[in-house]
Nanobody
Framework: QPQLVESGGGLVQPGGSLRLSCATS????????IKWFRRAPGKEREGVSC????????DYSYFVKGRFTISRDYTKNTVYLQMNNLKPEDTAVYYC???????????????WGQGTQVTVSS
């Protein structure tokens, strides 16, 4: 199956920044929408941000509050999630996933990475 590999997570202080990377294949990057999800222990996985295949249209979940930016680099076959002004409630495992379109429905995303841990704590 096509693979997606997340990296860039770590431990940061509140107010700090991280850039997550989702490395995938050229085929996936050019054929699928890529969405970032996150899951905190004991909580349901929730959507964070998505970038569409067509025209690179993006969307962001409410709790991002304009702090995150999703982008893609076709040269590196990578989708990024720039996270600024991080808050403790952003602590979670972050996953990237590929699907036919940006959607709230998680079952529309067929391919998932294994996640990268983001911890925001003082």
């Amino acid at each position: 199956q096509p693979q997606l590999v997340e990296s860039g997570g770590g431990l940061v202080q509140p107010g700090g920044s991280l850039r997550l990377s989702c490395a995938t294949s050229e085929f996936i990057l050019n054929s699928y929408a890529i969405k970032w999800f996150r899951r905190a222990p004991g909580k349901e996985r929730e959507g964070v941000s998505c970038i569409s295949t067509s025209d690179g249209i993006t969307d962001y979940s409410y709790f991002v509050k304009g702090r995150f930016t999703i982008s893609r680099d076709y040269t590196k076959n990578t989708v990024y999630l720039q996270m600024n002004n991080l808050k403790p409630e952003d602590t979670a495992v972050y996953y990237c996933a590929a699907g036919s379109r940006c959607s709230r429905a998680q079952n529309e995303y067929n391919y998932w990475g294994q996640g990268t841990q983001v911890t925001v704590s003082s």
